[in-house]
């Protein structure tokens, strides 16, 4: 290893400070190609100054803590440390307003309306107002499924309490029930903008948050693969940049009418599954180099 190799952390949270299975299988393949590679826990992470790149995997409690993630990642830029995915990316995906700015595009997704914190509505008339007989309500910033929950027309009134917790807790979504969701939510994998693999996450019968049943090997169609990309190529309009700048994206939806109706766009820490096809952790690692290489280069000119 040579002086000038950048030295690279893999953010993770605090539960999985020695990483996940993805995280452990990625560092492994970063140190065979010659490279320093450590685990940094974002809550914990001290002195950034010896990072050149970090890698942003599984920090999956950052909405635990907003302001402080936040803090992070100013540390990052002021530390003029590279961050994969780029901060700016990072920031408007973390917050799900990026809901309106996909649907002002044309991309295929639930309806919906973000309220700010400290908003008092009634859950029934946004029910009724919207045409909706079953909402989904959920933290406008939040990961998996945590304190997200189901309404409808006819529950909403005993909900309002809960649903006034929500909104004095932090901004909140309220999201049109999709049906679909009981045959499984589906996921694309896309390493710098091209295709990899793809899976079906099944729900547990009778809550649609409850994501505990194994996931199916699943294989889209060439249709489904090109309207998932079409997704992350709409939304690099919105931040300056093209899918093959993004080391990993990830692209959730059900399935109406022969086409994806797209439930999230994941492009902070999303689990990747990399151990679900073969070759897929060196295909990460080599992209991933593949990019940060360019970038040196293109600075040194």
């Known amino acids: 290893m040579t002086s000038d190799q950048p030295h690279i952390g893999i953010i993770t949270d605090e539960e999985y400070a020695d990483l996940t299975e993805d995280g452990q299988a990625i560092a492994t393949e970063i140190k065979n190609q010659g490279y320093q590679v450590d685990p940094v826990v974002w809550s914990d992470a001290g002195d950034l100054s010896s990072y050149d790149i970090v890698l942003i995997r599984s920090c999956w409690d950052y909405h635990t803590d907003f302001a402080e993630f936040q803090s992070f990642l100013e540390k990052l830029e002021e530390n003029g440390v590279t961050a994969y995915n780029p901060v700016p990316v990072i920031r408007w995906n973390a917050h799900k307003s990026y809901y309106s700015d996909l649907e002002d595009v044309g991309v295929p997704i639930p309806p919906s309306v973000c ?155 999303p689990y990747l599954g990399l151990a679900r096809e073969d070759g897929a952790v060196e295909t990460f690692v080599s992209s991933f180099v593949e990019l940060f290489r360019d970038i040196k280069i293109n600075a040194s000119r």
């Open 115 to 269: 309220l700010e914190r400290g908003t008092e509505i009634s859950l029934k008339k946004i029910l009724r107002e919207q045409g909706w007989d079953k909402a989904v309500i959920k933290p406008a910033v939040g990961a998996g499924s945590a304190g997200v929950w189901r309404t409808s027309i006819g529950e909403a009134k005993n909900d309002q309490a809960r649903f006034n917790i929500a909104c004095a807790d932090g901004d909140t979504v309220v999201q049109q029930f999709v049906p679909e969701i009981s045959q499984g939510e589906r996921s694309i994998v896309f390493i710098r903008g091209e295709y990899s693999h793809a899976w079906n996450d099944l729900t547990k019968p009778g809550d649609f948050s409850d994501f505990t049943e194994p996931d199916l090997d699943y294989d889209p169609n060439t249709d489904i693969i090109k309207s998932a990309r079409a997704v992350l190529e709409q939304a690099c309009t919105f931040l300056a940049c093209e899918p093959a700048d993004l080391p990993y994206a990830r692209v959730d939806y059900v399935e109406r009418d022969n086409d994806i109706l797209v439930l999230e766009l994941e492009l902070i820490e």
